[in-house]
Structures are given as structure tokens and as C-alpha cells.
């Protein structure tokens, strides 16, 4: 069975900080695993996504992810945060036939002026 | 070109009715997922199609969630004798195959039971 654990349902930063959003994973198969976005009011968006190629993966909006096998992480980073940034970020694994995605339960991102 | 669409955008309903969610998933893409985001919480499996058969229902959280889907085209949840506890966004998902990775969203449904 494959799980996803987000730690944190609520981190705050000040406009300009580090971004680090947390997600270990089980999977008992290699994994694909997936951030996604969701804006106020909006649908899920794809921030980026790791299909065992390189293990550092870069997306949209300047955030990337590093996947590492030792600590079952997948965690969010972006150097420098924006106002626009503040959104709900969801962490996804995925790997069985059906290729369904199962969530974490979800992180929102505060950002101070 | 258009994205994965969804009607209605919300709907109230009183419990123990019958309500139907329709999903339009983007032109070409063989495969959809149906979600159930709760308040709060993160999206839950719900059932998936590959073409108009379901090899994975595992999700259904009870024999009141039914789904089809029309050939490659329009899927429709259908939840029976609708409860309180049914109250949620229900969101699709397609992508071009099942092996694709990559799924796009619809904006969902915001289902309430009064």
C-alpha cells in the first residue's frame, strides 16, 4: 500500500524566505510521486512531478523537489517566496496499475508581507 | 485548448436526494478519475476509467456512488439518498493514458446536503 505523510498543515514565511514544504512517502514500489497546487477557489494545478529520471526536479514558479530514496522523502523548496505563492500544496504518490494519485492531506502556505 | 470541465460548480441538495456530477475531461485523454476533497483534507480516490470500463472502483465509499462514462467522453457520479457526510468537492481528473503520470484537473463540484 502506498501512503503520504505532509508534515505541517500550516507553514508561514515572509515574502522573500526559503519555502520548504515537507512530504515523506511508502511505497513498496518505486514510486511516481507529485506536488500539486491548489489557489483559492481553483482546481489542482501540477507543480512538478518525479518519474524515476533525475531525482532533482525542477517545476513551475521557481519550486523544485528533490526525491531521496534513503529518507522516503519528496520535499517542496523555493529560494526566495512570493505573495503569490500563498496557495494549499499537496504532495501525491502513485505507482500501482491504475495509476491512481493518493494525497497528503495538504500544506498552506502563508506568506508575510 | 479547453481543459477538464465540470457541472454543476455547486449544488445544495437536501439529504436523501439523488444528485448526478457530470465531468467533460480534455479532448483525447482515455483515462478519468473522480476525487472527494473534504474540508480540510486532502483529495481521497474515488474510482477511475480507462475508456468506459472501471477496472478500479476501490474507492466508492459506499453502494450510493455509482459512475459511468460514455465511450472516451462525459463521466457522471451519481450519489443516491445523498447524507450529510457526502458533503464535499468532488473533482475529476484525466489524462491521456493511465501510464501518462500527468493528471489535469477540473475546477470540481462543491456538493452540499443540508
Known amino acids: 500500500a502506498q501512503s503520504v505523510t505532509q508534515l505541517g498543515s500550516h507553514v508561514s514565511v515572509s515574502e522573500g524566505a526559503l519555502v520548504l514544504l515537507r512530504c515523506n512517502y511508502s511505497s513498496s514500489v518505486p514510486p511516481y510521486l507529485f506536488w500539486y497546487v491548489q489557489y483559492p477557489n481553483q482546481g489542482l494545478q501540477l507543480l512538478l512531478k518525479y518519474t524515476s529520471a533525475a531525482t532533482l526536479v525542477k517545476g513551475i514558479n521557481g519550486f523544485e523537489a528533490e526525491f531521496k530514496k534513503s529518507e522516503t522523502s519528496f520535499h517542496l523548496t523555493k529560494p526566495s517566496a512570493h505573495m503569490s505563492d500563498a496557495a494549499e500544496y499537496f504532495c501525491a504518490v502513485s505507482r500501482d496499475s491504475s495509476y491512481k494519485l493518493i494525497f497528503g492531506s495538504g500544506t498552506r502556505l502563508l506568506v508575510r508581507p | 485548448g479547453a481543459g477538464v470541465s465540470q457541472s454543476p460548480s455547486n449544488k445544495v441538495t437536501e439529504k436523501g436526494k439523488d444528485v448526478e456530477l457530470r465531468c467533460d475531461p480534455i479532448s483525447g485523454h482515455t483515462a478519468l478519475y473522480w476525487y472527494r476533497q473534504r474540508l480540510g483534507q486532502g483529495l481521497e480516490f474515488l474510482i477511475y476509467f480507462q475508456g468506459n470500463s472501471a477496472p478500479d472502483k476501490s474507492g466508492l465509499p459506499s453502494d450510493r456512488f455509482s459512475a459511468e462514462r460514455t465511450g472516451e467522453s462525459v463521466s457522471t457520479l451519481t450519489i443516491q439518498r445523498t447524507q450529510q457526510e457526502d458533503s464535499a468537492v468532488y473533482l475529476c481528473?484525466?489524462?491521456?493514458?493511465?501510464?501518462?503520470?500527468?493528471?489535469?484537473f477540473g475546477p470540481g463540484t462543491r456538493l452540499t446536503v443540508t
Open positions: 481528473a484525466s489524462s491521456l493514458g493511465v501510464a501518462s503520470y500527468e493528471q489535469y
